[in-house]
């Protein structure tokens, strides 16, 4: 897939997905890296060889590869490179065009198990928002939703595909819901997360000052509101990044005052939900739930899984490949990262139990018939913005909740993401799920003493391995120490770097 997400839209990438339309066999990345770094042509051709003989790649077998590209200026030119070395390698391909990341995994999954007993579905586009829509419709019921969702489409791919999926949908004259896109200008690829860069020279250094005024990263990062959108009180509000594999909600009180409803939330609801349908349907026993975060999901969405919920919570290493390792251990897996990746996985053996199982009474029955439409609708390859927005509209208006009953779940510690340039951060490794600095020595200590100081203190340090960068989250009581803490660590990151 030819992306770079919510980052700038002169930047671009891949992300590459495995066979089974999940993400790429974390072995695999180092040999990627070795072609990407192959300084010439021939040394290109050398580690490719060396790979094919080190791997024992059976030649024989005739690769092939499915690819798409998102609405970035710089996609059409990469396409042709990537064909350039498909012919060059004697590789069959296929061009999907534009799609989202996560269309490309369904696609892929789809491709694979066409003809197997797992065969997942269509696999082209069509086929992806007929399996949606059709799962949606017998979801939906005879639930009435509550006004309409406003989708802050990032002016990427997500803005054409969401029109297009809506075509599939029952529209709110039939009793479905109302999804009005907005942000969805995919004619000038430069306002994707519509950037607007200034460069000024203040001597001594050069400033960049970045402005993403729109699409889901700008919403997680600046904790507001596109600055374009005018959200009335009480209403519905998503916004998805450059590529649609994220999604978050907000909304605006009584008083204007902005409410995030991020990941950690989005896994909140569909755990909480999924669990009651289970246990509903008659498959409490039968069926584990459990959630997956990272260290950046928010304490109190962890306390109320653990303690209110009653559900088990795992916390891996950050990058949506180790949560959904993580969440393929439970029957039924429910995972978020805090700016809005993520997904529900369902085990082979589950999918099995939820099929075969004869309801006792209607009211099982009606809950089981949820519970199977729901494995399909949510996409089981990747975090899926489109499908994640339809479960989330679901889910709200089964319960009849409004985003402010989804709100008062629980209480967001307040909390601070900071970012800080160091000579060296691969200097800054880290145990225990990213949790804790094992390196350099002693500056662990060295923050624990300080989190000691704060109510409902907590704070960790890793280096980004997407950025130039070392993170630092810290949460507190409120947000006057929660700044405070992280502004402390900040400052012990600083002396450890130099
Ligand atoms: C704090 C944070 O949001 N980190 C992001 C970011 O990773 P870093 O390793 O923190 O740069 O990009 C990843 C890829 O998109 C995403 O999976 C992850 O959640
Ligand atoms: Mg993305």
New binding site residues.
């Given amino acids: 897939m030819i992306t770079a997400?919510h980052n700038p839209p002169d930047d671009n990438g891949v992300k590459l997905v495995d066979p089974m339309g999940e993400m790429l066999e974390q072995s695999w990345e180092a040999y990627a890296t070795i072609l990407a770094n192959a300084e010439s042509d021939q040394a290109l051709v050398e580690a490719y060889g060396k790979l094919t003989t080190d791997l024992k790649v059976d030649t024989n077998v005739k690769p092939r590869v499915v690819f798409a590209r998102d609405t970035r200026a710089s996609g059409p030119r990469l396409v042709s490179a990537l064909v350039a070395a498909l012919e060059a390698s004697g590789t069959e391909y296929t061009d999907c065009k534009l799609l989202t990341t996560p269309q490309l995994h369904y696609i892929t999954r789809c491709l694979n198990t066409k003809g197997t007993a797992y065969e997942y579905g269509e696999p082209n586009e069509q086929g992806y928002y007929e399996k949606t829509a059709a799962s949606f419709k017998a979801a939906m019921g005879h639930k009435k939703f509550n006004g309409p969702v406003t989708v802050d489409c990032a002016n990427g791919v997500g803005g054409p595909k969401l029109r297009e999926l809506i075509k599939y949908l029952p529209s709110s004259s039939e009793g479905g819901l109302e999804i009005k896109v907005v942000n969805d200008d995919v004619v000038e690829p430069e306002r994707l997360n519509y950037q607007v860069r200034h460069i000024g020279s203040v001597a001594p250094s050069t400033i960049w000052l970045n402005i993403m005024q729109c699409g889901a990263d700008f919403v997680k990062t600046n904790q507001r509101a596109p600055p374009s959108s005018h959200p009335t009180p009480l209403a519905r509000c998503a916004s998805l990044d450059g590529d649609a594999d994220r999604l978050m909600y907000y909304f605006v009180d009584a008083d204007n005052v902005f409410h995030l409803l991020d990941g950690d939330r989005i896994a909140t609801l569909a755990a909480l939900f999924i669990g009651d349908l289970a246990r509903n349907a008659g498959l409490g026993e039968r069926l584990k739930v459990g959630v997956v975060q990272?260290a950046?999901a928010n304490g109190a969405s962890t306390s109320y899984i653990t303690q209110d919920l009653k559900l088990p919570v795992v916390c891996t290493p950050?990058?949506?490949k180790h949560l959904h390792h993580a969440a393929t251990k439970f029957d039924v897996g429910v995972y978020f990262?805090a700016?809005g990746?993520g997904t529900v996985v369902f085990s082979d053996v589950a999918l099995k139990r939820i099929n075969k199982y004869e309801p006792q009474s209607p009211a099982q029955s009606s809950s089981l018939d949820v519970l199977r439409a729901l494995t399909a609708l949510i996409n089981q390859t990747v975090g899926d913005a489109l499908s994640d927005l339809l479960l989330v509209e679901l889910i709200l208006a089964h319960k009849s909740w409004g985003p402010k009953e989804w709100d008062l779940t629980y209480t967001d510690l307040p909390n601070r993401?900071g970012r800080i340039e160091v000579a060296d951060r691969n200097i800054f490794k880290t145990t225990d799920a990213e949790r804790k600095l094992e390196s350099p020595p002693g500056v662990q200590a060295q923050i624990d003493a300080l989190v000691g100081k704060y109510k409902n203190g907590r704070s960790f340090v890793r280096a980004?391995?997407?950025?130039d960068a070392v993170?630092v989250y810290a949460e507190a009581a409120t947000k006057g120490e929660a700044d405070d803490l992280a502004a402390k660590v900040a400052d012990i990151v600083k002396r450890a770097g130099v």
């Fill in positions: 997400s990272t950046y950050t990058g949506v990262e700016n990746h993401l980004s391995g997407t950025e993170r």
